[in-house]
């Protein structure tokens, strides 16, 4: 529904952040204390105020200080926080986060790293869905109303991604804070509830405290988050870059 | 003119509220009762009189909805877990989970309205787990913190 081109060639790709991205790998890196994390409260709005395009949320993932371990950690958080329960169906579960395990095969090297809904700028979900069901929200975050979701699934077979999921099934006892109902779709919310009263996802507060700064959230739009300084200093993968759909979650070390 | 349609209205009016007044008809009088509904399980009033709750409760939930979902607005005073927290009563089945299907399903029965709001949404009174929402900044006293040093900012330092 909201769809931000602004910004970026009609091609979609912003072929300016890569010449700045370009040049950022020629200034040395320095190295944050690890850790250290930005309290994001301090520059999001009050649960009162409606969100604007003056931020733009995003996930870094550093896939270096991640293993199996630390992603499930990641998969089990969002799992109790939006009460995704098993229904005895295992190909008709929803999967918000899931891991990847990737193998190099020339070298054998091989981790691990979650995947989820990338909260694209350019969101394929939002493009195809014939109701604006999935919209892109002006601040970042990609969602979809499930109140006018008709569930007919464009959207995950849109997604390069295979972030969303499709409720089979009636919820049992959803989240007051995450309502999910059978024949709609839904995904990773980025925690928009905890999101917008100025707290951090799920996902990011386990993996923090099993791997100090292994998911950084923030503001990729205020220069001063730990997220942004962090984005300028070092190269970041953005998975399936060449779509230029141009994803809020961005991947170190992939 | 407008005046006797002002009296008309008003007669009518009180027929109506006389009529409410009486005690309510059962069944045996071959009509459908008329809803009886709880008493609220906390605060004084409700966040609007009950003659506007009545009429305009719909259009309060389906705005507040898209301001939360499009707008990130979720201190809106017509949401819609707000509704449960003071309206869920004891489901008699088990009377330890407190639910406002009953309050809801009152008027809405006589009414003939079907609602579809619980096949996503939870009409049970969930208790807020810790490591939720208590652990949020905005809902701590770390909102109220971050509140006082804008405030202290803003102010610029005190002269000594």
């Known amino acids: ?254 | 003119m407008i005046h006797a349609l002002r009296l008309l209205c008003a007669v009518f009016l009180a027929l109506a509220v006389s009529a409410m007044n009486a005690p309510p008809l059962g069944a045996e009088d071959g009509r459908v009762p008329l809803p009886n509904l709880a008493k609220a399980a906390k605060g004084d009033a409700c966040v609007e009189p009950a003659e506007v709750m009545r009429r305009e409760h719909m259009d309060f939930l389906k705005i507040e909805r898209d301001r939360t979902m499009y707008l990130g607005i979720r201190d809106g005073k017509y949401s819609l877990n707000g509704c449960i927290e003071c309206h869920a009563t004891p489901d008699p089945e088990d009377p330890e989970v407190r639910t406002v299907e009953f309050f809801c399903d009152e008027c809405h029965n006589y009414a003939a309205v079907r609602t579809d709001c619980w096949s996503c949404h939870n009409p049970r009174l969930v208790e807020e787990t810790p490591g939720n929402a208590a652990r949020l900044p905005g809902h701590s006293d770390a909102g109220t913190l971050i509140g006082q040093l804008k405030d202290h900012l803003a102010k610029g330092a005190p002269t000594p």
């Open chain 1, 1 to 254: 529904m909201t769809k931000d081109r602004s910004s970026g060639d009609p091609s979609g790709i912003d072929r300016s952040r890569r010449h700045v991205l370009k040049a950022a790998t020629a200034i040395a890196a320095v190295t944050l204390a690890p850790g250290w994390q930005l309290i994001a409260a301090a520059e999001a709005k009050a649960p009162g105020e409606p969100v604007t395009d003056k931020n733009r949320w995003g996930i870094l993932v550093d896939t270096t200080k991640m293993d199996k371990a630390t992603c499930d950690v990641a998969v089990d958080a969002c799992n109790s926080e939006h009460g995704l329960t098993k229904s005895g169906h295992p190909g008709q579960d929803p999967q918000w986060i899931r891991r990847l395990d990737i193998r190099d095969p020339q070298t054998g090297a091989a981790h691990s790293l979650p995947m989820m809904c990338q909260h694209c700028q350019y969101p394929p979900c939002a493009d195809v869905c014939p109701t604006g069901a999935s919209f892109r929200r002006i601040d970042g975050i990609v969602l979809v109303d499930k109140h006018i979701c008709i569930g007919c699934r464009y959207c995950m077979l849109a997604c390069p991604y295979k972030a969303r999921s499709f409720a089979y099934r009636d919820i049992e006892d959803p989240k007051p804070h995450s309502p999910r109902g059978r024949g709609t779709v839904q995904s990773c919310t980025m925690c928009v509830h905890r999101v917008d009263v100025g707290g951090i996802p799920a996902c990011v507060e386990a993996c923090n405290d099993v791997a100090p700064g292994s998911m950084i959230f923030g503001d990729l739009k205020d220069p001063e988050s730990e997220i942004a300084k962090r984005v300028s200093e070092v190269v970041v993968k953005r998975v399936r870059a060449d779509l230029g759909t141009d994803p809020g979650v961005l991947y170190l070390g992939v």
